[in-house]
C-alpha cells in the first residue's frame, strides 16, 4: 500500500501530501475501530513497511495524531490509542479552542490599537516581515515568521501587556500554525490576510483593521474545523485554511 502522493479526492485544488495521506489513513483506522482505544499502533518501521513510507513522513502523521487527541506516544513503549475521535486539538499547553477565544479578546482590539497608534519603525517592519512571508517556501521558516507577524502587532499597539500576551502563547501559534499549514495549506491565503492587515494599519483605519483581524481568525477557525471535522463526502474539499 503506498500512500505517497495521493491525489485530493474530487476535483483539486492541490495535491495531498504524503503525510496527509497517512495522517487520513491512520484516523481513519482508528475511528472505525480497528484500532481500539487503549490499543497499541504497530511499531513505526511495521507501518513504514506496510504502508511504503519513509520514517519523517510517518512520525509526522503520529505527531498530528497525538495533536488531535487520537493517540498518545510513550517513550519506549510505543504509540497508544487514546480515543477514536477528534474533540479539541492541542497546541503545546492550550487547547485551540481555548486559544482561538483568547486571541478574538486579545488580538481584534490589538489591530484596532495599532492601526491608531502605529509608529514608521513599526510600519516598515511589519512590511518588510510581511514581504519576506511572501516569498518564503519552507513551511517551518514561513510559520516562524508568522508568529513574529502577530507579534509586531502586538507592539505596534504600544502596549507591552499586549506583546507579553502574545508572547506566552507563542509557542501554541507555532504550532497551531504548522498542523494548520501542513494540513489545510494555508500559507498563501493567510498571507493575504495578513497583507489585509498590514494595508488597514498603514492607513490608519481602526475599523478596518479590526474588520482584518476578524476575518483572519474566522478562517483560522473554518480551517480547524474542516481538519478535525471533514465532511464525509469529500474530506479533502476546498475550504479555508489558516494561521
Known sequence: MNLSDSPTAGQ??????AMEAVLAHLRGAIERGEYAVGDKLPSEAELCRTLEISRPVLREALRALQTMGL????????TFVVA???????????????LLEVRRHIEI??????ALRRT???LDHLSHLLDRMER???????????????????EAAQNPVFRRVIEEIRDALARQSAFLNELGGRREQSNREHRAIVEALIDGSELDAVDAMS??????????????????TDQHQEGGTEA
Open 109 to 114: 482590539p490589538v489591530a484596532g490599537y495599532a
Open 71 to 78: 493517540t498518545v506516544s510513550k517513550t519506549g513503549k510505543g
Open 215 to 232: 476575518h483572519h481568525l474566522d478562517r483560522v477557525e473554518t480551517t480547524l474545523t474542516h481538519i478535525v471535522r471533514p465532511a464525509r
Open 136 to 154: 518564503e517556501t519552507d513551511t517551518t521558516a514561513w510559520v516562524a515568521m508568522d508568529t513574529l507577524f502577530h507579534l509586531a502587532v502586538a
Open 120 to 122: 514608521p519603525e513599526n
Open 12 to 17: 483539486p485544488p492541490r495535491r495531498v501530501s
Open 84 to 98: 477514536n475521535a477528534v474533540e479539541d486539538p492541542t497546541f503545546g499547553d492550550y487547547a485551540a479552542s481555548d
